[in-house]
């Protein structure tokens, strides 16, 4: 999959399980729709007052009140999806879906793989993560699962799970990086002795209890 740039599509999340079902509702009212073809698309000029004794024109107000539901439903759903990629611009990705698992990750393998202190991450469905742009590099660094970087720049931007239906995304390949906040810190085990976060955050050692 990683060699194609792209993952399958399948799930939802949270903010987007809602939007999917949006997504899939406005699916099936155009597969259903028992409009003639010649249904007419142009908004009538009349914008003002609508006389109801003239159905054609009320006819005209319906049809346009219902364009402007669905233009905004198809809006919200675009805006649902983040996007990211690397430093360089040469890959870049999409993921929508509710995010969990938001942490900073002080293990071994993350800092040495990006060079930083710790890596601040956020899982979300493999089904609902796609690279948009590029062909990332991808290496096995654990059992668990492969990290993908640009291969110009480096810049590590998921980890996919090999037995589990979840990516990790890089906060920091975000275009924006605050639209995710870490809620805790994990493996601090392996945290350097100078990180000092005055976060306030839970902190476990290894992994979260319910994992
Ligand atoms: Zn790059
Ligand atoms: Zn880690």
């Not at 597969?31 to 006819?59: I, M």
Request: with cysteine; hydrophobic share 30%; glycine share 8%.
């Amino acid at each position: 999959m990683p060699s194609r740039g792209i993952l399958g599509r399948q799930g939802g999340s949270r903010p987007t399980l809602l939007l999917a079902a949006d997504r899939r509702s406005v699916g099936r009212r155009e597969q259903n729709d028992s409009r003639p073809a010649s249904w007419p698309w142009r908004v009538h000029p009349c914008s003002g007052s609508v006389d109801p004794s003239n159905s054609k024109l009320v006819f005209h107000a319906l049809r346009s009140s219902r364009l402007a539901t669905e233009r905004t439903i198809r809006q919200a759903v675009e805006v649902v999806m983040i996007q990211g990629g690397c430093f360089c611009g040469a890959v870049r990705y999409e993921v929508g879906g509710t995010a969990t698992h938001e942490t900073n990750c002080h293990c071994s393998i993350c800092r040495r793989t990006t060079g930083a202190p710790f890596v601040s991450w956020a899982s979300f469905p493999k089904s609902e993560f796609r690279f948009t742009q590029g062909k990332p590099t991808a290496f096995a660094s654990s059992e668990t699962g492969t990290r993908h970087f640009c291969p110009g720049c480096g810049c590590q931007l998921v980890f996919v799970y090999d037995s589990e239906p979840l990516v990790d995304i890089s906060l920091g390949s975000l275009d924006d990086p605050t639209q995710i906040t870490p809620k805790d810190n994990t493996q601090t085990s392996s945290q350097l002795p100078w990180i000092k976060l005055a976060d306030a955050l839970p902190s476990f050692s290894e992994g979260r209890p319910d994992e």
